[in-house]
């Protein structure tokens, strides 16, 4: 029995020690951007950052929703023959709707900032773009980060936490002293993509998601697109309606699946009242 212990023991530690590691990564990528700023531009530039972070929550919401299904779920398919469909649709449906949900958000961004902060913080819609598009990336490499987990290879969550937390620091000292605040939004959101594509390859050798690069590319490129135009104040203009729309046509088949299965959903749940 001790032997069995020390086995299980050894194992957990194994598991759950570079997890510790990687938390202290997510910390100094959460808190250097406002270290930083402090430094370089004094404490009001940091107020200003705080407060245009706190509007790509409204995303993060979604995805942290997303993410505690597919936490477990991921852990339960590992092992399944199906795997490689299950979580090649799980991200199609993950990025679907990150990029709707982004395009959306960016076609009101700057009315909707301005109505909701008070008269010293209305220019933090400027940075919201950026931490928007942190905001995506971050939830790819979350997905893929479970994958970690469910292959109880967690030293790869260290790693790759660590070259997004030094992508981080680089780009805020590179570029704080130029362009301000910009910078670390800028900087949130090359690091958490630089997080992404390290996940994406190095978990390859633990599990296989097959990506139409064609469609996530455009995708892309599309909510970019929309985001600069509420980068520069432009929200609620033909050409937003466009990339929406453009996107909705790409993706009309995962669309037309999910509204399927949510109807699917609420009809048991009627039937179930009844």
Known sequence: VSTIRIRQIKEMTKYSLPLVPNALAWWIMSASDRYMLAFFLGFSA?????????????????????????????????????????????????????????????????????????????????????????????????????????????????RTSGFGAAANIGVNLLLIPIIGIQAASISTAIAFFVMWIARLIETRRYFTVTINWTRLSLGITLVFVSLMMAYFGITGTVVQMICLLSFATLERKTLKALLKKLRTVLAEKLRGRT
């Open 46 to 158: 940091t107020g200003i950052y705080a407060v245009a972070h706190k509007f790509p929550m409204l995303l993060s919401i979604l995805n942290g929703v997303f993410y505690q299904a597919w936490q477990i779920s991921s852990i339960d398919q590992y092992n399944s023959p199906e795997r490689k469909v299950f979580y090649s649709n799980t991200f199609r449906i993950l990025y679907t709707f990150m990029f709707l949900g982004t395009i959306l958000f960016s076609m009101i961004l700057k009315p909707f900032v301005t109505l909701m902060t008070g008269t010293g913080f209305q220019e933090s819609w400027r940075f919201v773009p950026f931490l928007i598009l942190g905001t995506v990336f971050h939830s790819f490499s979350q997905f893929f980060g479970v994958g970690y987990l469910a292959a109880k290879k967690t030293g790869g969550a260290f």
